[in-house]
């Protein structure tokens, strides 16, 4: 039924509430209705004094909106008028308001600020390197009682990382990674179909058949088994192979030049030849390249698309690609779920080849998921890792490729650690760490019983394997250390950078007075820094500018000076950048210290016992300049009392949490990769 019209309302008359009334036919006026419908009575409060509840729920409705001054009469009129001036729905949609700011007005006091930015910025390359951006910028807001020369040094570290972390890549007018290795390659000839004297030259060192010798192989071993890669050249001299085949197979056998001819620069001296050999090996990558870009990985799943996936995969480690060596070695990790071939329980004659492949798709899987800090694409597979290849007791590599699948499996469950941490209690997450820590020892021992029969033509391996087992200790001792901080794990942790620094040092020295190595691109560097993070160099860093340790500056200074003499290759460089720009941050403590005091005694260069946590008051016993570690700013205070140098100093609880949130700080490689852009969506 219409309501009463305009007309029969004014005049206060009985309206038949017709579409056109008789009272409007009868005066010859338009029937309308305009007026505002009265508003329904509200049923009254049943008390004319609010409870107190009730005013604070009006008070928090009404300060909720941005009209008005909370402080203003009307605000306070309304809140003792209580409800009769608001209907109903207006109630609901309020306490819905008042839920949602209640949510965001925790959640804007529990995060800094800079946790909000680096949370939701677009431009987002490594959300490590954000976290270091972020925990910087909120220390270094709220601490104003640092030291002046390490404040500066800190704010230069959070200006590099920002630098580093907001790094745009090169506009590559949409090229691919693989289009611009083309390009590097350029002018260089390569042949149609692998030629047959590299097929033999292949089948030699790894043909069940032609290999019959009993002597050592120092042949690196890899997914392609000896009687795969046997079937593989068959096929290709009898030209059995044909379009997709013959591309996967093309790039496993040029792979696997590239790798022989690495392997044998290793072990002559002769510049002549070693020039000769550099060119054939980019002979053979450009040719692997060109064939990988021919690869359809749409195609029907294959163990032989498998194969070729993970040669992918190797040939962009020993070029410096690991992003492109992830994502490939991604793909054939998915292969093989879909072929079901991680399910595999035993080894048989038949399925080697099969188990090699998953053998070394999980080792590059857990080694570069944890290097990107990203999720793992192949599942535990159902039989042991250690069980999935033959003994070969000629082959040389042997116990190293069994250590580095040990420490491959310390790296999943750390990387699973790093990624699922926040769902799991304390107390479990220490008892994960320790049981880690467990097995990094066991590992050592394993590593301290076959260290005395490492033949000397694979000592610069056997140091790269010690540099990656104390890189990963140094991981597992940090993630210990933020849950369960004690001064023997974090002493530990140092040591282990130091020993995993020193190998790679020993790498360095060993290669320096081979003719023909500068200015080319050590392979060395692809299966150690390149391929595991530099948690060591970064843990001296933050160790020398808490303490000036001149012993821990001076191993720095000596690995970047010693990557100084590689320029051939841009990400060699890259990483150079930054280490070179840490090091030279550290430059002012040691001219700082020798400029405002002369006379004082000069920093031990051994490395001294360190008996505090970064984030602690040092003790008294360690400040005092005998046996103990002098922290900046100590030596300019006079003899004054350790006990009073340790209370007064500046170097308080917030500094040295400044400190500790830096050494939990990981610099990994794909900060300052320009191709690591591919991996945010960019």
């Known amino acids: ?131 270091a951006k972020a925990i910087l910028q909120n220390e270094l807001s709220i601490d104003n009682d640092l030291i002046s020369d390490r404040r500066t040094i800190l704010r230069s570290a959070l200006d590099l990382v920002e630098k580093v972390a907001n790094r745009k890549n090169l506009d590559l007018g949409g090229s691919s990674s693989l289009r611009m290795a083309e390009i590097h390659y350029e002018g260089i000839e ?100 060109r064939a990988l870009r021919e690869i359809d990985i749409c195609t029907t799943p294959s163990f032989t698309l498998i194969q070729s996936l993970i040669s992918g995969a190797k040939l962009m480690q020993q070029t410096g690609r690991m992003d492109q060596c992830w994502v490939l070695n991604s793909y054939a ?22 188990l090699s492949a998953v053998f070394w798709c999980y080792y590059l899987d857990r080694t570069l998921s944890s290097l990107f800090i990203r999720p793992m694409s192949l599942p535990e597979p159902c039989m042991p890792l ?9 082959m040389a590599y042997g116990t190293v490729v069994e250590i580095i699948s040990d420490l491959a499996q310390v790296q999943g469950e750390l990387l699973d650690l790093s990624l699922n941490g926040k769902r799991k209690y304390a107390t479990e997450i220490s008892a994960r760490c320790e049981h880690l820590r467990s097995r990094m020892h066991g590992i050592h021992n394993k590593m301290e019983a076959a260290g005395h029969s490492i033949i000397d033509a694979i000592v610069n391996e056997w140091h790269g394997t010690e540099f990656c087992y104390y890189a990963i200790l140094v991981d597992v001792l940090r993630a210990q250390l933020k849950h369960d901080p004690n001064a023997a794990a974090y002493k530990e942790c140092l040591s282990a950078a130091r020993t995993s620094l020193r ?52 191993l720095l200074q000596e690995v970047t000076q010693g990557l100084s003499q ?6 060699v460089m890259n990483m150079l950048d930054l280490l070179m720009a840490l090091q030279k941050l550290c430059e002012p403590l040691f001219q700082t210290a020798l400029s405002q005091n002369e006379q004082a005694p000069p920093v031990s260069a051994t490395h001294p016992t360190v008996d505090s946590l970064p984030y602690q008051v040092l003790a008294p016993d360690t400040v005092d300049g005998v046996g103990g570690v002098q922290p900046i700013g100590f030596s300019t205070l006079g003899a004054a009392d350790s006990q009073i140098l340790a209370a007064e100093s500046p170097l308080g609880s917030s500094t040295d949490e400044l400190m500790w949130q830096l050494f939990n700080s990981q610099l990994p490689l794909g900060w300052y990769d320009m191709d690591m852009s591919s991996f945010n969506g960019q």
């Open 386 to 394: 250690d069980q999935m290849l033959r003994k070969d007791e000629s």
């Open 190 to 289: 390569v042949p149609d179909v692998p030629p047959p004297e590299l097929l033999y030259m292949l089948l030699r060192e790894q043909s069940p058949t032609l290999n019959v010798g009993r002597y050592v192989q120092v042949q690196w071993p890899d997914h392609v088994t000896g009687e795969s890669l046997e079937e593989m050249a068959t096929r290709l001299l009898n030209g059995d192979a044909h379009g997709q085949l013959y591309h996967q197979l093309c790039i496993c056998i040029y792979v696997k030049a590239v790798c022989h001819v690495d392997q044998l620069s290793r072990l002559s001296n002769n510049a002549t030849l070693l020039k000769r050999l550099l060119d054939s090996k980019k002979v053979y990558e450009s040719a692997a390249i």
């Open 566 to 571: 590689y320029t051939g290759n841009t990400h």
């Open 1 to 131: 039924m219409l309501s009463a019209c305009d007309l029969c309302h004014s005049r206060k008359v009985r309206c038949d509430r017709q579409a056109i009334c008789a009272n409007c036919v009868d005066a010859r006026v338009e029937c309308r209705r305009d007026r505002r419908p009265k508003a329904p009575s509200k049923p009254k409060a049943p008390s004319s004094i609010l409870s107190l509840g009730e005013r604070v729920s009006h008070l928090e409705r009404l300060t909720s909106q941005p009209t008005g001054n909370s402080h203003s009469p009307n605000v306070l009129n309304a809140m003792y008028n209580g409800p009769n001036d608001t209907n109903e729905p207006d109630k609901e949609i309020s306490a819905e308001s008042r839920k949602l700011n209640d949510r965001t007005t925790t959640r804007s006091e529990s995060v800094p600020q800079g946790h909000a930015e680096w949370a939701t910025a677009s431009e987002d390359t490594s959300h490590r390197a954000k976290q």
């Open 503 to 554: 190998a790679f040092q020993l790498i360095q020295n060993n290669l320096a007075d081979v003719p023909g190595i500068e200015g080319s691109y050590p392979s060395f560097l692809t299966w150690t820094v390149f391929l595991y993070p530099l948690s060591p160099f970064f843990v001296l860093f933050c160790n020398v500018v808490r303490t000036t340790d001149s012993g821990d500056y001076l």
């Open 333 to 354: 990790a998915r292969l093989i779920v879909a072929l079901n071939y991680h399910e595999i329980d035993h080894l048989t004659p038949d399925n080697e080849g099969i």
